[in-house]
């Protein structure tokens, strides 16, 4: 035992323990958000899953402890958000819903009580420390994503020993921590006198400050490839930026905690404003408002050179996260709430959080949505906007004492070099691991035929709701196809756990790449993978009276032979009898293939072959099922020969002067995705 108590005091550290907290919250909650919206996906509508949000409702809990929350009830809940964190890579779509939710009901209560028995200490070290294990935890799911093409490599396949190793470091520190609070609470006592408990208001605009914060946090910074896909701007410039900053904000606290003196109230407030106001406007130049729409097909607008500016400023400005969240902390621990006023205020502060989750999701899912479904499209800048101002007002309630509270005379961290060895690691193997991933392209087209595949990849799920990047890459890999088309890839959203699947799969596959629609526009997803470079991609909008849907367009060049490449994803209208959109949406593409030569269209249509739709289509085009030569049906499980070949709804069409060369055509792909993976070979020469 003793030996063991060695042990864990030398290993102990409070940054680690913070820093590992806080990325811990941050992978549960992706799985956890992720999970819910599979199992509504896969049923095109909400249903009883969404009621497991109410996990993170939990720390209402904390108002039935009058006399503060017992120490071993404090360990037991540290120790079942390891458990969680563990277990929940492991587990099928409906089980790992249940457990991550476990693991953040826990984290809910952890973290307010961990506040409350840290109030007797010295509040403004341990505020440092929160907000540099804060922005340590951010470079740790930035590097761990980059090194994953997005996805959290410390979850993923054999690399979640990754994982393991933080599990168990943080075990080990989690029976310590109140030992050490002990310590740190009879030597710092004296510091008790410097203010008086704070009201519960001000505990309630601290706690809806710090939440609001980790929100932000969560939602765009701990994973690059989503502003990336906001703006459609080069992801490693993205991230390069997102973590020098952060790292040198980061580094420069460690080393100099001092030079926050310098800061002023009005520097800080203005800080906050323009950052705020860029990340907005980052969002809201990038959105198209459907509503002032009047002509369709409407093209995308080109790439603004204001737009690239305005993002790289909120970038450059990010830090000002971790310094609102130092303020913030310090002056809710120098109020020394009770049990009961924290569990009051991360109640409501979670409520908010409940709402502004489902505020985010609602914007890609309004059509969805009863009644009031309408409200939300168009509206992600307005999400980010409302977490702004609950992140800026609660600043002026540490404005007045803003120099006592950036003042510190007693070291944050006692191994300054060791963190910040630790800071540089993390930056450069994210900064070198993206730039290994994303630069090569090899793509060794075969050049005697041309091969595509058109592939709707339900946002990286298979057929029972469960993630499946992994299983999808394999199916395109297999097949080897020159030309990618990928339907429903709107993914780098919290709604899929913020990851990219349309990266994943082309970091692997070393392709060109366009990525259609901006995610900020709330459409579905589609992307266009080459062997062959992607020439003038472009991406123009249908006429949708339900959920907006796009196409891209873009030429490839196979010897003397320039191919006019269509890849779409109509709405989904069961009756045209009762709703003419679907047409109308087909007419659209159709005025712009017209008099093109060597087009392929490509897609999920949502119409079956014989329909009004269908017919308007080969009038003008041919089906490439109809017209080849070799038809096969590989690989189709149980429930998806209702498609197969009559009731077909992923289709490949091409113009005139290629029918006579379709020598193939197979649906195939198993049930890596709800839909087939259409695969076509085109015979030259070319």
């Not at 006198?193 to 309630?204: A, E, N």
Request: glycine residues 6%.
């Amino acid at each position: 035992m003793e030996i063991y108590n060695k042990f864990v005091n030398k290993c102990y550290s409070e940054l680690a323990f913070i820093s590992i907290l806080f990325l811990f919250f941050f992978q549960l909650i992706g799985d956890f958000l992720e999970s819910i919206y599979a199992l509504n996906l896969i049923e095109v509508e909400l249903n009883e899953n969404v009621l497991a949000l109410l996990f993170l409702l939990t720390p209402i809990v904390l108002l039935f402890f009058k006399k503060g929350f017992p120490d071993k009830a404090f360990i037991i809940l540290g120790e079942i958000i390891v458990f969680c964190r563990v277990l929940e890579p492991f587990l099928i779509v409906e089980l790992k819903m249940i457990v991550t939710g476990i693991g953040l009901g826990c984290f809910m209560i952890f973290f307010p009580v961990y506040i409350q028995k840290r109030v007797k200490g010295n509040y403004e070290k341990n505020g440092k420390i929160l907000g540099i294990g804060l922005g340590i935890a951010i470079l740790s799911s930035i590097a761990l994503r980059a090194l994953g093409s997005s996805i959290d490599l410390s979850t993923f396949s054999w690399f979640m020993w990754i994982g393991w190793i933080m599990a168990f470091f943080f075990a080990l520190m989690v029976p310590n921590l109140s030992k050490v609070i002990e310590n740190d609470e009879f030597i710092e006592k004296p510091l008790e006198k410097r203010s008086k408990p704070g009201s519960k208001w001000k505990i309630l605009g601290l706690s809806i400050g710090m939440i609001n914060i980790i929100t932000l946090v969560y939602f765009a910074f701990t994973s690059p490839t989503v502003i990336a896909r906001w703006t459609e701007s080069n992801y490693i410039l993205v991230l390069t930026l997102l973590v020098l900053s952060n790292a040198a904000f980061l580094i420069l606290i460690i080393y100099n905690p001092s030079i926050m003196r310098k800061l002023k109230s009005w520097i800080l407030l203005l800080w906050n404003i323009i950052f705020i106001g860029a990340l907005v406007c980052t969002i809201l130049f990038n959105t198209i408002i459907f509503t002032f729409v009047s002509s369709y097909p409407f093209y995308a607008p080109p790439y603004n050179i204001l737009n690239e500016i305005i993002m790289i400023i909120m970038l450059i400005l990010s830090p000002i996260i971790f310094i609102d969240f130092i303020l913030v902390s310090q002056e809710l621990f120098r109020s020394k709430p009770s049990t009961r006023k924290l569990g009051g205020s991360f109640f409501i502060s979670s409520g908010l959080f409940l709402f502004m989750i489902l505020f985010a999701v609602f914007t890609i899912v309004w059509d969805y949505i009863p009644l009031v479904g309408d409200l939300f499209r168009d509206m992600i800048w307005l999400v980010y906007l409302i977490l702004g101002i609950f992140i800026f007002f609660p600043v002026f309630l540490v404005s007045k004492n803003l120099r006592e509270s950036i003042e510190l005379k007693i070291p944050v961290i006692r191994n300054k070099l060791k963190s910040a060895i630790i800071i540089l690691m993390l930056g450069f193997s994210s900064i070198i691991g993206v730039i290994i991933l994303e630069l090569p392209v090899d793509p060794s087209p075969s050049g005697a035929t041309l091969t595509i595949s058109s592939y709707n990849i339900q946002q990286g799920f298979d057929d029972n709701a469960n993630k499946n990047f992994e299983g999808q890459y394999e199916v395109l890999k297999a097949l080897n196809p020159d030309i990618i088309g990928l339907q429903e890839s709107d993914t780098s959203r919290i709604s899929s756990g913020n990851s990219d699947i349309v990266r994943f799969i082309n970091n692997r596959l070393k392709l060109y790449s366009y990525y259609g629609p901006k995610t900020v526009t709330g459409t579905y997803g589609i992307a266009l993978l080459s062997k062959y470079p992607i020439l003038n991609p472009k991406t123009f909008y249908m006429e949708s009276k339900g959920e907006q849907t796009a196409t891209i367009w873009a030429q490839i060049v196979v010897g003397s032979t320039t191919f006019n490449i269509f890849v779409t994803h109509l709405g989904n209208y069961e009756d045209p009898a009762e709703d003419t959109s679907q047409i109308v949406q087909q007419e659209n593409i159709l005025s712009i293939t017209t008099g093109l030569t060597n087009v392929i269209l490509m897609g999920d249509f949502n119409f079956e072959p014989n329909t009004e739709q269908y017919n308007i289509t080969v009038a003008q085009l041919y089906d490439c099922w109809d017209v080849s030569v070799g038809k096969t049906i590989g690989d189709v499980p149980d429930g998806w020969e209702t498609r197969l070949p009559l009731e077909r709804i992923d289709h490949i069409f091409v113009s005139g002067e290629l029918n006579t060369s379709i020598s193939s055509i197979t649906y195939t792909g198993g049930n890596a995705a709800d839909h087939p993976c259409v695969f076509a070979s085109i015979s030259g020469p070319f």
